[in-house]
């Protein structure tokens, strides 16, 4: 079942860093990149190949304000990136805040879970912080449409918010943009790829620590991540 576009996040794009506000993750973190550069550190300790290869094609599926890819283009990651959004407030907002002189990465409207882009034509899809707002019963299109435009192989990274860290709870509960939010562990993530046909699945936690607290926090994320109560997972897949 396909679900018709939601695009409440459309209210918050303009304020989007403020719908974000929550008590905790002003201490956790200087701001929202900070969250995000956890994440794109991941991402080059689990392919390196990122930081290099100008023939990689790359989509972050639910990109809200494109900080995943302009934070990668910051660090020189070389591969085309695209970005898709359920909300054209959100993407207009991506627009707007890709620095001045770069070329832009290709943004596009989603119908619902369609992104409406040819099939097989990425190395790589992310998809983070975006499942735990759509509706339980929409959530295998969104599999399914990943797949769909991921080459065969491509690989596939889910990074979500983490029910079973009570912290993350706590923040979640008291963040504005997250108040539809339905989590979904690690094992549910898994379990939907399993079903969906994909391979090489993998889940991995992340954000242990307060990401200011710098090489401290990633030295404990390297050596917990098989411990299920990091604040956030990447549950990696192949299509
Ligand atoms: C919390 S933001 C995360 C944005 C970005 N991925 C990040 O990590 O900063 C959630 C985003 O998911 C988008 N979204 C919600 N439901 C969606 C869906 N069914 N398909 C694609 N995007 C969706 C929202 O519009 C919003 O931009």
Redesign the pocket.
């Known amino acids: 079942m396909t ?1 018709p576009p ?5 209210a ?2 303009e304020g ?1 860093d403020s719908g ?1 506000n929550a008590p905790l993750k002003g201490l956790a973190g200087a701001g ?1 990149d900070d ?2 550069a956890v ?1 794109l550190r991941w991402l080059l300790r689990w392919w390196p190949d990122l930081a290099t290869r100008s023939d990689l094609s790359i989509l ?9 890819m302009r934070l990668m283009r910051n660090a020189g990651i070389p591969g085309a990136m695209t970005g ?4 054209t ?2 993407l207009r907002e991506a627009a707007r805040a890709w620095p001045s002189g770069t070329p832009q990465p290709a943004l596009h409207a ?1 119908n ?2 369609e992104t409406g882009l040819p099939g097989a034509a990425f190395d790589l899809a ?5 499942l ?4 339980l019963d ?1 959530r295998a299109a ?1 599999y399914a449409e990943l797949r769909r435009v991921l080459k065969p192989g491509g690989r596939l990274v889910v ?1 979500e918010h983490n029910p079973w860290n009570p912290v993350t709870r706590f923040v979640v509960a008291r963040t504005p ?2 108040a539809d939010a339905i989590l979904l562990p690690r094992t549910e993530v898994s379990a939907s790829l399993r079903e969906g046909g994909w391979r090489d699945i993998h889940a991995s936690d992340l954000m242990f620590l307060p990401p200011r607290l710098g090489a401290v926090a990633t030295a404990v994320e390297r050596a917990f991540s098989w411990l299920p109560l990091g604040g956030q997972y990447a549950v990696t897949a192949r299509a």
């Not at 939601?6 to 459309?10: Q, V």
């Not at 898709?84 to 909300?87: A, F, V």
């Not at 992310?126 to 975006?130: G, K, L, N, P, R």
């Open positions: 679900h939601k695009a409440e996040f459309d918050y794009a989007y974000m929202p969250f995000i994440k972050d599926y639910g990109c809200g304000a494109g900080t995943l898709t959004d359920i909300s407030g959100m989603q619902g879970a992310v998809i983070s912080a975006v735990h707002h759509v509706p929409a969104v990074f943009i997250d």
